[in-house]
């Protein structure tokens, strides 16, 4: 399978942007999608196939992609923003692969 | 309202079996392929398996496979995964999740969980 590589911390003060990035040598070739995970509660899908932003999720979450890093950014970071964000692709195999995750403080 | 609410969880003892399962409303539950992902305690999430949506498909994470079997029941809007051999590196929270597109398109809605121990 492939691996995925994520930051294991970010430290954004309110209000500034917080950008997360998850990289792997054959994101070239696949998706990522995004989630964010607070203690308790089920995962939410934030962003999916690199920057697609399901209805419902706040603008202020975005995904852009350059080469083998996708990068999760949030602007104007809030309080409640304060969670776990995991990038998730697949492979062809088909196997979906979840990075080790990034927690973010605020 | 789409909702997935898994069950079947507890404590188990390793080598002991355990059925869980995820029941599915406010959808067309047998248009969508399926998937349990697991979070074990201070790790991060996991995929287990994948089920298309009418079973032709399945898929396991290398972890699980040979003792974790993935099936659903499209006339009762239900997921299954079937544990067998279970092992302390099993214990987790299983959430069961609902692909958009089968392996693609990212997993759109999710259960709340049900907790697995494992230990003797």
Redesign the interface.
Known sequence: SFELTQPPSVSVSPGQTARITCSGETLPNQYVYWYQKKPGQAPVLLIRKDSERPSGIPERFSGSTSGTTVTLTISGVQAEDEADYYCQSADPSPTYVFASGTKVTV | EVQLVESGGGLVKPGGSLRLSCAASGFTFSSYSM?W?R?APGK????VS?ISSSSSYI?Y??SVKGRFTISRDNAKNSLYLQMNSLRAEDTAVY?C?RD?VF??????V????TTVTVSS
């Open positions: 998937n992902v979070q991060g999430l996991e995929w994948s898929y994470a290398d959430y999740a958009v392996f693609s398109g990212g997993m759109d999710w259960g709340q969980g």
